[in-house]
T-cell receptor
Framework: DAGITQSPRYKITETGRQVTLMCHQT?????MFWYRQDLGHGLRLIYY???????DKGEVPDGYVVSRSKTENFPLTLESATRSQTSVYFC??????????????FGSGTRLTVV | GENVEQHPSTLSVQEGDSAVIKCTYS??????FPWYKQELGKRPQLIID?????GEKKDQRIAVTLNKTAKHFSLHITETQPEDSAVYFC?????????????FGAGTQVVVTP
């Protein structure tokens, strides 16, 4: 699904540095989400956005910041990276449609390592 | 908030046998239950979903059942094949109020041996 892309695919950063993960979708979906995936925890929601300029916290928002100035972009920023933020990060987008398909699609993920 | 528990964490089956993964949820308001398959190094992909107004749904070798009273739902894979080997995640959400804000289970690693 080339309609949602994440960058970079891999990132190594040092503790305390700021790092931004990018997510871009071409479907003009209203909803976008950030999840982190850790062994034993499945996927946990960090932040979500229902539309441009509307964002809200998910289950594990501490240490993360998001913005959504444009519908197609939803960057996730780690303000001061910690080793506990080493994870695989998935972005997703969706549209609330009628009964039927919801078009909820994940990006390819970003593997972030904090050293 | 919602809590989803998934069992087992690993499942090894012989090719051709059936596999069953069970999930329980805590919030009785949850009404949408998707299942995702994630192959190694890939993104999760939706394989089947069910809404609370339906008790069972099938798609070829895959089926999902829902018991609202007991608050659990299960994924059934029949005639398993090596390409079914992957991690499977269940999830729950409340639509439309909390659309897309999935609470995921911890995942089940399924290994299909020839």
């Amino acid at each position: 699904d080339a309609g949602i892309t994440q960058s970079p695919r891999y990132k190594i950063t040092e503790t305390g540095r700021q790092v931004t993960l990018m997510c871009h979708q071409t479907w003009s979906h209203s909803y976008m989400f950030w999840y982190r995936q850790d062994l034993g925890h499945g996927l946990r929601l960090i932040y979500y956005s229902a539309a441009a300029d509307i964002t809200d916290k998910g289950e594990v928002p501490d240490g993360y910041v998001v913005s959504r100035s444009k519908t197609e972009n939803f960057p996730l920023t780690l303000e001061s990276a910690t080793r506990s933020q080493t994870s695989v990060y998935f972005c997703a987008s969706s549209e609330l449609e009628r009964q039927g398909t919801y078009g909820y699609t994940f990006g390819s993920g970003t593997r972030l390592t904090v050293v | 908030g919602e809590n989803v528990e998934q069992h087992p964490s690993t499942l090894s089956v012989q090719e051709g046998d059936s596999a069953v993964i069970k999930c329980t949820y805590s919030d009785s308001a949850s009404n949408y239950f998707p299942w995702y398959k994630q192959e190694l190094g890939k993104r999760p992909q939706l394989i089947i979903d069910i809404r609370s107004n339906v008790g069972e749904k099938k798609d070829q070798r895959i089926a999902v059942t829902l018991n609202k009273t007991a608050k659990h739902f299960s994924l059934h894979i029949t005639e398993t094949q090596p390409e079914d080997s992957a991690v499977y995640f269940c999830a729950a959400s409340i639509e439309p109020d909390s659309w897309g804000k999935f609470q995921f289970g911890a995942g089940t690693q399924v290994v299909v041996t020839p």
